[in-house]
T-cell receptor, first 113, second 111 residues
Framework: AQSVSQHNHHVILSEAASLELGCNYS??????LFWYVQYPGQHLQLLLK??????LVKGIKGFEAEFIKSKFSFNLRKPSVQWSDTAEYFC???????????FGDGTTLTVKP | DAEITQSPRHKITETGRQVTLACHQT?????MFWYRQDLGHGLRLIHY???????NKGEVSDGYSVSRSNTEDLPLTLESAASSQTSVYFC??????????FGPGTRLLVL
């Protein structure tokens, strides 16, 4: 069955620390990869996406993610986090071009000022 | 601007009642989805639709139904509400390449 795993359920960092959130999916083939963010009390919004091409993709607010096909991974990174990055982060994978995505369980990031 | 709206935003109901949550999108997307979000479970897919008159079950569809009579709307019905259905419900839509746009969510409490 298709599945998406996020390794960290809760991450706590101080401001200016570097961030890496892991995401792995169950098997290969053609995939579309996404990271969504949910700020407290808000709905999910797209942070960044990968469809094809350069495996290093840049998103909003200084986030980036790297697709490593051989490892079935799509890890999210940010060199220096801010208090405003406190949110829940979801990795999602779609194995079809216009269909449903499978979401990971989410990682709650708390950034201490 | 295109958007996706959900109503009501908050709902309290009693066990056994039928409840319908509305979802309306102006993106003109063919694909629409309903998820529930629970602590420790992330987002779980309830039902989805790839177009008018098309509906499909997701991983947690028991006790829920949807119908798609037009492109803009995908209402979610809880046939007989149960306490286990207390959750936050998100509707989403997508066009090409599966990027999903989410609504603001409906917080449902079943007493």
């Amino acid at each position: 069955a298709q599945s998406v795993s996020q390794h960290n359920h809760h991450v706590i960092l101080s401001e200016a620390a570097s961030l890496e959130l892991g995401c792995n999916y169950s098997y290969g083939g053609t995939v579309n990869l996404f990271w969504y963010v949910q700020y407290p009390g808000q709905h999910l919004q797209l942070l960044l996406k990968y469809f094809s091409g350069d495996p290093l993709v840049k998103g909003i607010k200084g986030f980036e993610a790297e697709f490593i096909k051989s490892k079935f991974s799509f890890n999210l990174r940010k060199p220096s986090v801010q208090w405003s990055d406190t949110a829940e982060y979801f990795c999602a994978v779609s194995w079809t071009n216009a269909g449903k995505s499978t979401f990971g369980d989410g990682t709650t990031l708390t950034v201490k000022p | 601007d295109a958007e996706i709206t959900q109503s009501p935003r908050h709902k309290i109901t009693e066990t056994g009642r039928q409840v319908t949550l509305a979802c309306h999108q102006t993106w003109n997307h063919n694909n629409m989805f309903w998820y529930r979000q629970d602590l420790g479970h992330g987002l779980r897919l309830i039902h989805y639709s790839y177009g008018v008159q098309d509906t499909n079950k997701g991983e947690v569809s028991d006790g829920y139904s949807v119908s798609r009579s037009n492109t803009e709307d995908l209402p979610l019905t809880l046939e007989s509400a149960a306490s286990s259905q207390t959750s936050v419900y998100f509707c989403a839509s997508s066009g090409d390449r599966s990027t999903q746009y989410f609504g603001p969510g409906t917080r449902l409490l079943v007493l």
